[in-house]
């Protein structure tokens, strides 16, 4: 599938005290890798449940389940997940067939306002009397809805994806021998909650990183960094950008999108603003 690049909702870097005069975007970039291995993935096909994906959870009063025109990225529709308490877990899933022995990589934009998010993979198999299971995943939650926010934390001061912005969750594993088929879970882990997913993308092989950052006048961009997240290490330095620039989108083929990084931007006269990749506050388990 190609993740439409315009007509997105830009969401803005937070700086320490306001919010910043620049979107900045990073993101698998579909458009090098082809097909999107996952159907239906931006939500938009199906009446009453989005076709091609399943509704699981073993407590199904404690959810309320479908498609929704009210909030999307992109398109027409995204799934929702609302979560009346934290007494279970619910998913939207798709099993996809897979080839063993090959690395995938997984994304989904997610928007959350409270709770807790888990996309993650799963498969199982034999391989001779051993038994072989995939469980991978990446977790995302949102200060707002904890019961110390607003009274005695500021919910900037929370730790965890802020609320009301589309989030990337992304994730990349290997599948392993004699794995088949995987099952790809979007849901929420055991919070009350409120979420949303839209443009799920699952692709073999290495996945180039995109950047898109715009500036609004009078704001103009400097440079462009991207950092390794656990060295620092520049990975990528755009230089000096031409006078005035208010805008940068590249491709960085060199830069796996499954990994992660710190993306620094430089403005003219003005801040340096950061920002996490894939989404502040997601955590990975698993291979
Ligand atoms: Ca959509």
Same mark, same amino acid.
């Given at each position: 599938?190609?993740?439409?690049?315009?007509?997105?909702?830009?969401?803005?870097?937070?700086?320490?005290?306001?919010?910043? @005069?620049?979107?900045?975007?990073?993101?698998?970039?579909?458009?090098?890798? *082809?097909?999107?291995?996952?159907?239906? @993935?931006?939500?938009?096909?199906?009446?009453?449940?989005?076709?091609?994906?399943?509704?699981?959870?073993?407590?199904?009063?404690?959810? $309320?389940?479908? &498609?929704?025109?009210?909030?999307?990225?992109?398109?027409?529709?995204?799934?929702?997940?609302?979560?009346?308490?934290?007494?279970?877990?619910?998913?939207?899933?798709?099993?996809?067939?897979?080839?063993?022995?090959?690395?995938?990589?997984?994304?989904?934009?997610?928007?959350?306002?409270?709770?807790?998010?888990?996309?993650?993979?799963?498969?199982?198999?034999? +391989?001779?009397?051993?038994?072989?299971?995939?469980?991978?995943?990446?977790?995302?939650?949102?200060?707002?809805?904890?019961?110390?926010?607003?009274?005695?934390?500021?919910? $900037?001061?929370?730790?965890?994806?802020?609320?009301? %912005?589309?989030?990337? &969750?992304?994730?990349?594993?290997?599948?392993?021998?004699?794995?088949?088929?995987?099952?790809?879970? +979007? *849901?929420?882990?055991?919070?009350?909650? #409120?979420?949303?997913?839209?443009?799920?993308? &699952?692709? #073999?092989?290495?996945?180039? +990183?995109?950047?898109?950052? %715009?500036?609004? @006048?009078?704001?103009?961009?400097?440079?462009?960094?991207?950092?390794?997240?656990?060295?620092?290490?520049? +990975?990528?330095?755009?230089?000096?950008?031409?006078?005035?620039?208010?805008?940068?989108? %590249?491709?960085?083929?060199?830069?796996?999108?499954?990994?992660?990084?710190?993306?620094?931007?430089?403005?003219?006269?003005?801040? $340096?603003?950061?920002?996490?990749? @894939?989404?502040?506050?997601?955590?990975?388990?698993?291979?």
């Amino acid at each position: 599938m190609r993740i439409p690049l315009l007509g997105l909702v830009c969401c803005t870097v937070a700086s320490f005290a306001a919010e910043a @005069p620049l979107a900045i975007r990073a993101f698998p970039d579909a458009d090098q890798r *082809g097909s999107n291995l996952l159907q239906n @993935p931006s939500f938009e096909a199906g009446t009453d449940a989005p076709d091609a994906w399943r509704w699981g959870t073993a407590i199904p009063e404690n959810f $309320e389940a479908g &498609l929704s025109s009210d909030v999307k990225q992109s398109g027409n529709r995204s799934v929702h997940v609302l979560s009346h308490s934290g007494r279970m877990s619910g998913y939207w899933s798709q099993t996809v067939a897979v080839r063993p022995g090959r690395s995938y990589l997984l994304s989904a934009w997610s928007r959350l306002d409270a709770g807790r998010i888990l996309m993650f993979v799963t498969g199982r198999g034999k +391989l001779g009397d051993r038994e072989v299971k995939l469980d991978t995943r990446a977790y995302l939650f949102c200060g707002r809805g904890h019961m110390l926010v607003p009274v005695f934390l500021k919910p $900037e001061y929370m730790y965890g994806a802020r609320s009301g %912005r589309w989030n990337l &969750l992304v994730r990349r594993f290997t599948v392993p021998e004699p794995l088949t088929a995987v099952t790809v879970h +979007l *849901g929420s882990y055991f919070q009350q909650g #409120e979420m949303w997913f839209d443009d799920a993308y &699952l692709s #073999e092989g290495p996945c180039p +990183l995109r950047v898109q950052i %715009r500036a609004a @006048p009078p704001a103009a961009l400097k440079s462009v960094r991207v950092e390794d997240h656990e060295t620092g290490q520049a +990975l990528f330095d755009s230089g000096p950008l031409p006078a005035r620039a208010g805008e940068f989108a %590249r491709t960085l083929p060199d830069l796996d999108a499954g990994a992660r990084y710190y993306i620094r931007v430089a403005t003219v006269g003005g801040p $340096e603003y950061s920002r996490e990749y @894939p989404a502040d506050g997601l955590k990975w388990e698993g291979e």
